[in-house]
């Protein structure tokens, strides 16, 4: 809805001081405390079985298992989830489908040029990864016990991400600022980049917000075209040149 126009004759409400008014207003305060609560039951429910899954398995965890591990009866947890597939698909959606949204989002600004969207999109895929780390092990561990609707709208869910890259590196070979390359391959490969983040990536030891640029750079500059990297001179000159940033860098990081 559009934004009135402020002025005498368009005042914001005032609160309501008729009894019918406050009971209105209790009761919109009510389901808002209640919209509140449900929203900390679900996700402490939900972090529970992401860990369960994790620990035991898919197969192996019962929904008594979650109801018990967080705090509630087996009948109190359906007020909240119908089945321990249900969660499973809430995991799934959050991984791939909401991860595509928001690429979607980064790669479909053309005010920004590809190779500032490419760097987007890795970092935000990036941090997702170094934020919810167990979230995508527990995926990568599940998807052999996945049920066979669950298994495609996850399959279907990556696709839609490597479609995101895929279509803002080919923008970049077309417009010359990154290489001619496979972009599938290309692709495929930043996020595998990303995904080993899971496995390495450790809270506390490793700074997220320098992991993540870094890996967007190192993505980036894996598929720009020579000229766009620093360089004096040609030919030998040149090389050289590029040859010393990239040890440069490797010392950067072997010393950070």
């Known amino acids: 809805m559009a934004d009135r126009a402020t002025g005498p004759e368009t005042e914001a409400p005032q609160k309501p001081t008729s009894a019918r008014g406050r009971r209105s207003a209790a009761g919109s305060d009510a389901r808002g405390k209640s919209g509140t609560r449900r929203d900390l039951v679900e996700g402490r429910i939900i972090e529970e079985a992401e860990r369960l899954f994790a620990e035991k398995g898919f197969a192996a965890t019962s929904l008594q298992d979650i109801a018990d591990a967080a705090g509630m009866t087996r009948p109190a947890i359906y007020h909240y989830v119908r089945s321990k597939d249900d969660l499973l698909a809430r995991l799934v959606q959050e991984l791939t489908w909401t991860s595509a949204e928001e690429l979607r989002q980064v790669s479909s600004d053309a005010a920004s040029s590809a190779v500032t969207r490419l760097h ?137």
């Open 120 to 256: 987007g999109m890795v970092k935000l895929l990036a941090t997702r990864l170094t934020t919810h780390p167990e979230r995508f092990q527990l995926m990568i561990r599940s998807e052999p016990e996945l049920p066979a609707e669950l298994a495609s709208v996850y399959a279907q869910g990556r696709r839609n991400v490597l479609r995101e890259f895929i279509g803002v590196i080919d923008e970049g070979v077309r417009d010359g600022s990154l290489r001619p390359v496979d972009t599938r391959a290309a692709a495929l490969a930043i996020i595998g980049m990303c995904n080993w983040l899971a496995w390495w990536y450790k809270a506390g030891r490793d700074d997220p917000e320098k992991v993540t640029a870094q890996i967007a750079d190192m993505a980036v500059a894996s598929l720009q075209q020579p000229g766009d990297r620093r360089g004096e001179g040609e030919g030998p000159a040149r090389a050289l040149s590029l040859l010393r940033q990239d040890l440069d860098y490797l010392e950067r990081l072997i010393n950070d």
